[in-house]
């Protein structure tokens, strides 16, 4: 499957899958910025991010999160790579990780948390889906780096 997006980066800007063409890409989703489980994911992401980058791979988070709340938790958390804002889930919803979840027993949709690794050609390469916050970055990291 082909991934397209063009989305609003943190800081407004439009971010497609043109700006990664012919390049490796590690996108996850999170569900909500500045949330315990989406900061440590995302830090585990920035502490991992110049390994994965020197074996060629770039990284973008991606949430339904307004791009003013995702430049927020960039900054705090300082993050390196690029926080792209899905509000109306239509990325989500194409690569299936948009659906009903539950919390402390209220049922709702949301992001599902996962992550897609994309080829240069911007086929999926490898996806991690219904991923816990904590741990899967060091399997990405173990599957892609060896």
Same mark, same amino acid.
């Given at each position: 499957? @082909?991934? @397209?997006?063009?989305?609003?980066?943190?800081?407004?800007?439009?971010?497609?899958?043109? $700006?990664?063409?012919?390049?490796?890409? !590690?996108?996850?989703?999170?569900? =909500?910025?500045?949330?315990?489980?989406?900061?440590?994911?995302?830090? $585990?992401?920035?502490?991992? *991010?110049? $390994?994965?980058?020197?074996?060629?791979?770039? /990284?973008?988070?991606?949430?339904?999160?307004?791009?003013?709340?995702?430049?927020?938790?960039?900054?705090?958390?300082?993050?390196?790579?690029?926080?792209?804002?899905?509000?109306?889930?239509?990325?989500?919803?194409?690569?299936?990780?948009?659906? =009903?979840?539950?919390?402390?027993?209220?049922?709702?949709?949301? !992001? /599902?948390?996962? @992550?897609?690794? !994309?080829?240069?050609?911007?086929? /999926?390469?490898?996806? *991690?889906?219904?991923?816990?916050?904590?741990?899967?970055?060091?399997? !990405?990291?173990?599957?892609?780096?060896?």
């Amino acid at each position: 499957m @082909t991934v @397209t997006f063009s989305l609003p980066d943190q800081d407004g800007r439009t971010v497609s899958s043109e $700006d990664y063409a012919g390049k490796r890409l !590690i996108m996850f989703f999170y569900p =909500k910025a500045m949330t315990p489980g989406c900061t440590a994911e995302a830090c $585990d992401f920035r502490d991992s *991010y110049d $390994d994965l980058l020197a074996a060629g791979y770039e /990284i973008v988070g991606v949430s339904p999160d307004p791009p003013e709340r995702n430049a927020k938790f960039r900054e705090k958390e300082g993050l390196p790579f690029p926080l792209l804002s899905d509000e109306d889930h239509s990325l989500a919803e194409s690569l299936g990780v948009w659906g =009903k979840k539950k919390n402390y027993g209220k049922e709702y949709e949301g !992001i /599902i948390r996962s @992550t897609f690794v !994309i080829g240069p050609d911007g086929e /999926i390469e490898r996806a *991690y889906r219904n991923v816990k916050a904590t741990g899967h970055v060091a399997q !990405i990291k173990q599957d892609l780096l060896g």
